[in-house]
């Protein structure tokens, strides 16, 4: 049987990078965290400026909803945005495919 407290808690146990992407988790379980506020508004806008103690919790909340991100540090300000994975490049095209 499905124990949501169980899964709920586990999530902030699990190291960053071993968490997954859960589909069927949904935004407002994590409606009764003190950074709900932040994680709606990195899922609106794409980015938060959370408060400091929070960022672990709130990163791991986004990457189990599928958002992974990374912190950057501006002015002395941290925020949360998209963590940017290296876009794969297509092989070169050879002469004859481009005559086509």
């Known amino acids: 049987m499905y124990d949501f407290e ?7 146990e699990t190291p960053l990078e071993e968490i997954k ?5 949904r935004a407002d379980n994590f409606e009764n965290e003190t950074w709900y506020g932040d994680l709606q508004m990195y899922l609106a806008i794409g ?3 959370p408060e400091k103690d929070c960022v672990p919790d709130l990163q791991k909340a986004l990457k189990v909803l599928g958002c992974p991100t990374q912190t950057r540090e501006i002015d002395g300000d941290l925020f949360l945005v998209p963590q940017r994975e290296r876009q794969k490049q297509t092989p070169p095209r050879h002469k004859q495919e481009m005559e086509r």
């Open 21 to 25: 992407e859960d589909i069927f988790f």
């Open 6 to 12: 169980t899964e709920y808690s586990r999530i902030f």
């Open 47 to 49: 980015v938060c400026k």
